[in-house]
């Protein structure tokens, strides 16, 4: 059974960087074809993909954060982080980590999260 872990600072403030880890355990980072995305949720909002991390590494990210947003991995320790930069308290949320088991359907990407880190809250506030 696969199981995801996030950690990191609950309180940022303002023009910081978030920096969150996800703890895998159960599974490898590395084994194909899986990915593994950063998901976040405002207050009263739906959720939003942030980005994610291929099994070879690749990374992708949304438009609308990517200038702001680092996803990186240490195959060592099954972990993959996300850093978003420049933060605002437009930034709190309940942030997620899970794994993608998608795939191309009518020349478009499906995503298939198969499995959820709990969340935690981070708050951005001085």
């Known amino acids: 059974q696969v199981q995801l872990q996030e950690s990191g600072p609950g309180l940022i403030k303002p023009s910081q960087t978030i920096s969150l880890t996800c703890t895998v355990s159960?599974?490898?980072?590395?084994?194909?074809?899986?990915?593994w995305s950063w998901i976040r949720q405002p207050p009263g909002k739906g959720l939003e993909w942030m980005g994610v991390i291929a099994y070879d590494g690749s990374t992708y990210y949304s438009p609308s954060l990517e200038s702001r947003t680092s996803i990186s991995r240490d195959t060592s320790k099954n972990q993959f982080s996300l850093q978003l930069r420049s933060v605002t308290p437009e930034d709190t949320a309940v942030y997620y980590c899970?794994?993608?088991?998608?795939?191309?359907?009518?020349?478009?990407?499906?995503?298939?999260?198969?499995?959820w880190g709990q969340g935690t809250q981070v708050t951005v506030s001085s």
């Open positions: 159960g599974g490898s980072i590395t084994t194909r074809y899986y990915a």
């Open positions: 899970g794994r993608d088991r998608g795939s191309y359907e009518n020349r478009r990407y499906v995503a298939e999260y198969d499995y």
